[in-house]
């Protein structure tokens, strides 16, 4: 019913806005995602096991009648109830809520990780396709102007002012241009088709609306993420079925309590005056000599497999916090990349400048003034590739931390 609200809400404004945004399709995307629908089957069936073993505290009660009728004739009723409960040293009742306790927390993490996961992916996919869509646009540009340019120095090797030599290089980069379209095409075409594939949606080829980058905060130390935590959960979990294991070396002691009210043969239900009463209070113990062994070898086994799984947690700590480091790494030169190419533009854009007015004046011909465009055109192109592969990279941090992707998943 949620998934069918919020795409009431969310299709009529991509309609009437004739133009994508990344957190409709992301918000389209945890809706339609078979993942985060497995995972809430799982989280249910997690949160159903522990009210299981919520009911197993709960006492065993019996209520019975009979109406029998023999050879003579003669008919015979019984009736009464009972309850009784049994707790043991080991209660397993116990044991079962708190392992039940960690299955649902690891059910919510997983459920969460998903939903960043996917959220991940899909402003993967949306930046990729504005990033293609900008280079080809750019590179649709430098291939006019490079068959301009490629012309002008054909006209000036035919008088002797360009050397072959000039002239092939000038073919050589048209070619290059002509390659990085076609490859800028092909980019475009197969990032939206990840994208929709993605989001199980059609694509009716609207544009997609430029999202703002937000302000991200450097992490420098690898504390914890969902992953981690699961894993903490897990150790908890083979830490307390240990400790049970420990109690069932010692002798089994159960305190039993059980009442009946019953009256095995009564003339009528209702002569309440013919029940009776009893109250059992008992404490048993006992205490199995070969079955030692069997003890033995399974609490060897989990305490090799707690070992197994402490190691495990320390190589991922370790190994996330090598990829928070080279993550931060890659933040920082990409946030010097995009300062210095804002500045190569802002130069770029200077000397075109320039060069315009000077063509005017015609102090330079119209291939150098060519040249300064392509300049600016390249640098605005690099700057773009920096610039959502920072974007990329903030939030490929966030899901690696798992902090919220875009602030709100």
Same mark, same amino acid.
């Given at each position: 019913?949620?998934?069918?609200?919020?795409?009431?809400?969310?299709?009529?404004?991509?309609?009437?806005?004739?133009?994508?945004?990344?957190?409709?399709?992301?918000?389209?995307?945890?809706?339609?995602? &078979?993942?985060?629908?497995?995972?809430?089957?799982?989280?249910?069936?997690?949160?159903?096991?522990?009210?299981?073993?919520?009911?197993?505290?709960?006492?065993?009660?019996?209520?019975?009648?009979?109406?029998?009728?023999?050879?003579?004739?003669?008919?015979?009723?019984?009736?009464?109830?009972?309850?009784?409960?049994?707790?043991?040293?080991?209660?397993?009742?116990?044991?079962?809520?708190?392992?039940?306790?960690?299955?649902?927390? =690891?059910? /919510?993490?997983?459920?969460?990780?998903?939903?960043?996961?996917?959220?991940?992916? +899909?402003?993967?996919?949306?930046?990729?396709?504005?990033?293609?869509?900008?280079?080809?646009?750019?590179?649709?540009? =430098?291939?006019?102007?490079?068959?301009?340019?490629?012309?002008?120095?054909?006209?000036?090797?035919?008088?002797?002012?360009?050397?072959?030599?000039?002239?092939?290089?000038?073919?050589?980069?048209?070619?290059?241009?002509? +390659?990085?379209?076609?490859?800028?095409?092909?980019?475009?075409?197969?990032?939206?088709?990840?994208?929709?594939?993605?989001?199980?949606?059609?694509?009716?080829?609207?544009?997609?609306?430029?999202?703002?980058?937000?302000?991200?905060? !450097?992490?420098?130390?690898?504390?914890?993420? !969902?992953?981690?935590?699961?894993?903490?959960?897990?150790?908890?979990?083979?830490?307390?079925?240990?400790?049970?294991?420990?109690?069932?070396?010692?002798?089994?002691?159960?305190?039993?309590?059980?009442? #009946?009210?019953?009256?095995?043969?009564?003339?009528?239900?209702?002569?309440?005056? %013919?029940? /009776?009463?009893?109250?059992?209070?008992?404490?048993?113990?006992?205490?199995?000599?070969?079955?030692?062994?069997?003890?033995?070898?399974? &609490?060897?086994?989990?305490?090799?497999?707690?070992?197994?799984?402490?190691?495990?947690? %320390?190589?991922?700590?370790?190994?996330?916090?090598?990829?928070?480091?080279?993550?931060?790494? %890659?933040?920082?030169? !990409?946030?010097?990349?995009?300062?210095?190419? /804002?500045?190569?533009?802002?130069?770029?854009?200077? #000397?075109?400048?320039?060069?315009?007015?000077?063509?005017?004046?015609?102090?330079?011909? !119209?291939?150098?003034?060519?040249?300064?465009?392509?300049?600016?055109? #390249?640098?605005?192109?690099?700057?773009?590739? #920096?610039?959502?592969?920072?974007?990329?990279?903030?939030?490929?941090?966030?899901?690696?931390?798992?902090?919220?992707?875009?602030?709100?998943?």
């Amino acid at each position: 019913m949620k998934k069918i609200l919020l795409m009431m809400v969310i299709m009529p404004v991509l309609l009437f806005a004739k133009e994508y945004n990344l957190p409709d399709m992301i918000e389209i995307g945890m809706q339609n995602s &078979h993942q985060i629908l497995s995972q809430q089957q799982e989280l249910q069936n997690a949160k159903s096991s522990l009210r299981n073993n919520y009911w197993e505290i709960l006492p065993s009660a019996n209520l019975n009648a009979s109406n029998n009728r023999y050879d003579n004739n003669a008919w015979t009723k019984s009736a009464g109830f009972s309850i009784s409960k049994s707790i043991y040293l080991n209660e397993p009742t116990y044991f079962n809520i708190r392992r039940g306790l960690l299955n649902k927390e =690891n059910a /919510e993490y997983t459920w969460q990780d998903t939903r960043k996961q996917i959220a991940y992916n +899909i402003v993967s996919y949306y930046l990729t396709i504005l990033e293609s869509k900008k280079a080809l646009q750019i590179q649709q540009k =430098n291939i006019e102007l490079q068959k301009k340019i490629k012309n002008q120095i054909e006209i000036m090797y035919e008088v002797g002012k360009k050397s072959e030599l000039e002239l092939q290089q000038s073919e050589i980069d048209l070619i290059d241009y002509e +390659i990085a379209v076609l490859e800028a095409k092909n980019s475009l075409k197969t990032s939206r088709k990840e994208l929709f594939n993605y989001l199980n949606i059609e694509d009716d080829g609207w544009e997609l609306k430029e999202p703002d980058m937000p302000e991200y905060k !450097l992490v420098e130390d690898f504390k914890t993420n !969902l992953e981690i935590t699961r894993q903490q959960n897990n150790i908890k979990s083979t830490k307390l079925s240990l400790f049970e294991q420990k109690l069932n070396f010692l002798p089994s002691f159960s305190l039993g309590y059980s009442y #009946n009210y019953d009256k095995p043969t009564i003339a009528d239900y209702n002569d309440w005056d %013919d029940y /009776e009463d009893s109250t059992t209070l008992s404490l048993s113990f006992s205490y199995s000599l070969f079955d030692l062994f069997h003890k033995y070898e399974n &609490h060897g086994q989990q305490k090799r497999n707690l070992k197994i799984q402490q190691i495990a947690l %320390d190589r991922t700590q370790k190994k996330y916090q090598t990829e928070l480091e080279n993550l931060n790494s %890659d933040i920082a030169t !990409l946030e010097k990349s995009v300062k210095l190419y /804002e500045k190569k533009i802002t130069l770029a854009r200077k #000397n075109l400048e320039k060069a315009e007015e000077q063509f005017k004046l015609g102090l330079i011909n !119209l291939l150098d003034l060519d040249k300064s465009r392509l300049d600016y055109l #390249n640098a605005q192109l690099n700057y773009n590739k #920096n610039y959502y592969q920072l974007f990329r990279k903030q939030e490929e941090r966030n899901l690696l931390l798992s902090q919220k992707i875009l602030g709100r998943w």
